[in-house]
Nanobody, 120 residues
Framework: QVQLVESGGGLVQAGGSLRLSCAAS?????RAWFRQAPGKEREFVAF????????YYADSVKGRFTISRDNAKNTMYLQVNSLKPDDTAVYYC????????????????WGQGTQVTVSS
């Protein structure tokens, strides 16, 4: 069982930036960020393959968000820049021991989420 703890969310004006963190209690094959806005389904944002550092992004965030990892701290990050009101959501960290992907069903472990609110 892997425990995931997110941090770094907050209230920011449009055009602003935040850095989200996801600390893990154990090693995993891949980790990802998803987000869920009120009344909407949870959607994929980005994933990273832990061993290779390979990454993949949703089109909606490509060029604005950057996913990265720190092996020594066993922590994943999401740098979010040029924020828009449509980015307002609870951001969730996810992890899996066997695979990566864009589907919520690919991930066995989830954090509690961190709220990002972007004001216009």
């Amino acid at each position: 069982q892997v425990q995931l703890v997110e941090s770094g969310g907050g209230l920011v004006q449009a055009g602003g930036s935040l850095r989200l963190s996801c600390a893990a209690s154990g090693r995993t094959f891949s980790r990802a960020w998803f987000r869920q806005a009120p009344g909407k389904e949870r959607e994929f944002v980005a994933f990273i393959v832990w061993s290779s550092g390979g990454t993949y992004y949703a089109d909606s965030v490509k060029g604005r968000f950057t996913i990265s990892r720190d092996n020594a701290k066993n922590t994943m990050y999401l740098q979010v820049n040029s924020l828009k009101p449509d980015d307002t959501a609870v951001y969730y960290c996810a992890a899996d021991n066997r695979r990566s992907g864009v589907d919520v069903n690919h991930y066995d472990y989830w954090g509690q989420g961190t709220q990002v609110t972007v004001s216009s």
